[in-house]
């Protein structure tokens, strides 16, 4: 028997290791992988990113006063319609604020948490907290404030500062019991 044709029949050697690649140390070395790996693994995650939207929640909270009374109406009225409420009284309120969209593979992002944070905290808290919702809010002049009326309001003055189609929800807590909400999607 040929010894020499049996060897060549078995499985085949492994490569000689390459010079050149020993020679890449560190950050060389890194740098080679990311050519050859890098570029490719990004398309892929784009693509996956690309088909799957997600939600992004923020809360900020303020103290505020208010009292639920129709000046157009007596005080016997007010108070059989808004019972109790037609004192002043005061809630802790949370502001929850939900955008939507594709991350965007280059940040990682929906939207940046921060920059969200301070529209909130620009449009509405800075103007509310610690505040007569009834008598102190300029831009809140003119309907009862009550939950739902306030959301209506806050998401009139988020809406223009956030990009465009982004703004999914903007939900006001006044009680861990109640809350209301704007939905974006109709
Ligand atoms: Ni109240």
């Not at 784009?46 to 007596?74: F, W, Y």
Request: proline share 6%.
């Amino acid at each position: 028997m040929d010894h020499r044709l049996q060897h060549e029949a078995g499985p085949p050697l492994p490569r000689a290791p390459n010079p050149a690649a020993i020679a890449l140390k560190g950050r060389e070395r890194l740098r080679a992988w990311q050519l050859t790996h890098v570029s490719s693994f990004s398309e892929n995650s784009r693509k996956r990113t690309g088909l799957i939207t997600v939600m992004v929640r923020r809360r900020e909270s303020d103290n505020a006063a208010h009292q639920l009374c129709d000046p157009e109406l007596s005080d016997d009225e007010n108070r059989r319609l808004f019972r109790k409420c037609v004192d002043l009284h005061g809630h802790k309120y949370v502001l929850e604020v939900v955008v939507a969209g594709e991350v965007d593979p280059a940040t990682g992002y929906v939207m940046d948490l921060k920059f969200l944070s301070d529209v909130m905290g620009r449009r509405v808290i800075r103007d509310v907290d610690h505040r007569n919702l009834n008598t102190d809010v300029s831009w809140l002049e003119g309907p009862i404030p009550t939950v739902k009326n306030l959301v209506r309001t806050f998401w009139e003055r988020l809406q223009p500062e956030l990009p465009a189609g982004l703004l999914r929800s903007v939900r006001v807590w006044e009680t861990d019991k109640n809350w209301a909400e704007v939905d974006g999607r109709g």
